[in-house]
T-cell receptor, first 111, second 117 residues
């Protein structure tokens, strides 16, 4: 079992729709969860992080964490073609521990 | 711009060459990282330095040799690489705080795309 799993996609959504990106992790002791966006040929850039169960909103982005289910998701409202990228989920198992990345989900937003 | 720079941005080298990748961070961080990103594979952590001391070597072959002269600079020395080492090499930095929290968020440089012939 992979430590951090994501559906590789591609996930295709129409412009203006909600894109839902999912991530599961295997270590129950994981404490910090990060979403990065990576455009083709570019380096990852941080979108959001979340530590507590529940929802965290930042603009069009909402991160959701459910530690009991070992599940973290990213919702993108009013998706735009410029949101088309690969979204990486990353999990840190303990304070100071290394960041474990999923393989990423490719999102395509169609005009 | 994230405050982390990498040079060169592209590198082509033969298997017998020796080259070095450079990373510099201007964020006041004290932890620096090297990652390898190959096509269709997750980011792989290679090395971690905290306060200039190497704290993690993720079973990386000895043909990759890191160097961290100070908290702002990180090098990756390459020698006798193999074609399968062709990948995007990413440097990242963060604060290192045992209490955790936002300060451990890692910020990535633009990467060096390496092709080994």
């Amino acid at each position: 079992q992979k430590e951090v799993e994501q559906n590789s996609g591609p996930l295709s959504v129409p412009e203006g729709a909600i894109a839902s990106l999912n991530c599961t992790y295997s270590d129950r002791g994981s404490q910090s969860f990060f979403w990065y966006r990576q455009y083709s040929g570019k380096s990852p850039e941080l979108i959001m992080f979340i530590y507590s169960n529940g929802d965290k909103e930042d603009g069009r982005f909402t991160a959701q964490l459910n530690k009991a289910s070992q599940y973290v998701s990213l919702l993108i409202r009013d998706s735009q073609p410029s949101d088309s990228a690969t979204y990486l989920c990353a999990v840190k198992r303990r304070q100071g521990g290394k960041l474990i990345f999923g393989q990423g989900t490719e999102l395509s937003v169609k005009p | 711009e994230t405050g982390v720079t990498q040079t060169p941005r592209h590198l082509v080298m033969g298997m017998t060459n020796k080259k070095s990748l450079k990373c510099e961070q201007h964020l006041g961080h004290n932890a620096m990282y090297w990652y390898k990103q190959s096509a269709k594979k997750p980011l792989e952590l290679m090395f971690v330095y905290n306060f200039k001391e190497q704290t993690e070597n993720n079973s990386v072959p000895s043909r990759f040799s890191p160097e961290c002269p100070n908290s702002s600079h990180l090098f990756l020395h390459l020698h006798t690489l193999q074609p399968e080492d062709s990948a995007l090499y990413l440097c990242a930095s963060s604060h290192y705080v045992t209490a955790g929290g936002i300060q451990e968020t890692q910020y990535f440089g633009p990467g060096t795309r390496l092709l080994v012939l």
